[in-house]
């Protein structure tokens, strides 16, 4: 299966909100609701911020959310801070208990 | 707390076959599938394949078949990865990483990932 597809870099200033998009298929993200988003800092093992589509697992700031239409899934953290420069991965479930993942978007605070 | 401790970092030669560890803790280890993920340097997370440890049952992702084994020892609580056949594209970080608790459709959490660099 293909890769989904995020944007290679994203910007915003502190207190700003920016979205991520992650486009993929009728195979992949329009077919399950089930995406998940993970955080991954330089040098760090990514970190579950959001689960099937909108979820947050506990620890996470509200400020990260969620949302998918048709093809494409979005995350979107509002108010940003410093400590949210990192990267950003997407994955969809593509059926079969096989998984998809996005190539993955940096996010710089100005 | 749930923990997932892999193996260190290896080199290894075209050709040759390398076998990482993921130790786990903190959990039934039979409750919860094992996925495993690399990442080249500067790129995305592919997603390589699961095992269930409780049964040894395994699915990989199709550009793996044939080089890729995944496998479990329930008296350690272990799993290992090993791709065969190495190229110098397979040069990558490999995460395990477990279903998440409230959804077997994410993965959380994650070991701190092991770089097995392929060069001659």
């Known amino acids: 299966q293909s890769a989904l597809t995020q944007p290679r870099s994203v910007s915003g200033s502190p207190g700003q909100s920016v979205t991520i998009s992650c486009t993929g298929t009728?195979?992949?993200?329009?077919?399950?609701?089930?995406v998940s988003w993970y955080q991954q800092h330089p040098g760090k093992a990514p970190k579950l911020i959001i689960y099937d589509v909108s979820k947050r697992p506990s620890g996470v700031p509200d400020r990260f959310s969620g949302s998918k239409s048709g093809n494409t899934a979005s995350l979107t953290i509002s108010v940003l801070q410093a400590e949210d420069e990192a990267d950003y991965h997407c994955c969809s479930n593509a059926g079969s208990y096989t998984w998809v993942f996005g190539g993955g978007t940096k996010l710089t605070v100005l | 707390q749930v923990q997932l401790v892999q193996s260190g970092a290896d080199v290894k030669k075209p050709g040759a076959s390398v076998k990482v560890s993921c130790k786990t803790s903190g959990y039934t280890f039979t409750a919860y599938y094992i996925q495993w993920v690399r990442q080249a340097p500067g790129q995305g997370l592919e997603w390589m394949g699961w095992i269930n440890p409780n049964r040894g049952g395994t699915k990989y992702a199709q550009k793996f078949q044939g080089r890729l084994t995944m496998t479990s020892d329930t008296s350690t609580n272990t799993v290992y990865m090993e791709l065969s056949g190495l190229r110098p594209g397979d040069t990558a970080v490999y995460f395990c990483a477990r279903d998440a608790y409230r959804s077997p459709n994410s993965f959380d959490p994650w070991g701190q990932g092991t770089l097995v660099s392929v060069a001659s």
């Open positions: 009728s195979s992949d993200i329009g077919g399950y609701n089930f």
